[in-house]
T-cell receptor, first 109, second 116 residues
Framework: GQNIDQPTEMTATEGAIVQINCTYQTSGFNGLFWYQQHAGEAPTFLSYNVLDGLEEKGRFSSFLSRSKGYSYLLLKELQMKDSASYLCAVSDSNYQLIWGAGTKLIIKP | ETGVTQTPRHLVMGMTNKKSLKCEQHLGHNAMYWYKQSAKKPLELMFVYNFKEQTENNSVPSRFSPECPNSSHLFLHLHTLQPEDSALYLC???????????????FGPGTRLTVL
């Protein structure tokens, strides 16, 4: 079967760095997405990785290792507004997005 | 504002009611999606339309019936729902579901559905 695993909840301190991991097993691979979802709001796109390596975009970076079926989202200089759920999703051989259950990130002052 | 709107934002209905959810995208996309989001569970893909043709129906019960009259509008018709159908229903759109790579989906704010 297809499976995406990510931690249920993480806590970090304002100004710090946090890494959210995602491991996957899917039938085919056409890229991995990270989305941010604030409570009561729509998921919004953060990043897309299809090749191995690190993609940096401001305070957020995303890493992919296809051979290991592994990705992480790195958030630097954490701000209170970064409190949200972070969703990992893999595009499979049919271009369907297979979703993880999301990681709820709690930022403390 | 993602360019995808959904109405209503909240809906409470009895098990014998019939209601419809509406989604509209203003992005010029060709693919539209319905997802179900339940607490602490992964997003569940329900239906996919690509260029107005339904391409996926992930074993969704017949009490959910999609309709896509054009590339900009998507409906989800509901009838004789069960309490376990209570969830957040999200609509999304993308440029083209069959693209070989990068196919970012843009989501609407969702309809919070409660079935009594």
């Amino acid at each position: 079967g297809q499976n995406i695993d990510q931690p249920t909840e993480m806590t970090a301190t304002e100004g710090a760095i946090v890494q959210i991991n995602c491991t996957y097993q899917t039938s085919g691979f056409n890229g991995l997405f990270w989305y941010q979802q604030h409570a009561g709001e729509a998921p919004t796109f953060l990043s897309y990785n299809v090749l191995d390596g690190l993609e940096e975009k401001g305070r957020f970076s995303s890493f992919l290792s296809r051979s290991k079926g592994y990705s992480y989202l790195l958030l630097k200089e954490l701000q209170m507004k970064d409190s949200a759920s972070y969703l990992c999703a893999v595009s499979d051989s049919n271009y369907q997005l297979i979703w993880g259950a999301g990681t709820k990130l709690i930022i403390k002052p | 504002e993602t360019g995808v709107t959904q109405t209503p934002r909240h809906l409470v209905m009895g098990m014998t009611n019939k209601k419809s959810l509406k989604c509209e995208q203003h992005l010029g996309h060709n693919a539209m999606y319905w997802y179900k989001q339940s607490a602490k569970k992964p997003l569940e893909l329900m239906f996919v339309y690509n260029f107005k043709e339904q391409t996926e129906n992930n074993s969704v019960p017949s009490r959910f019936s999609p309709e896509c009259p054009n590339s900009s509008h998507l409906f989800l018709h509901l009838h004789t729902l069960q309490p376990e159908d209570s969830a957040l229903y999200l609509c999304a759109s993308s440029q083209d579901h069959s693209r070989a790579s990068y196919n970012e989906q843009f989501f609407g704010p969702g309809t919070r559905l409660t079935v009594l």
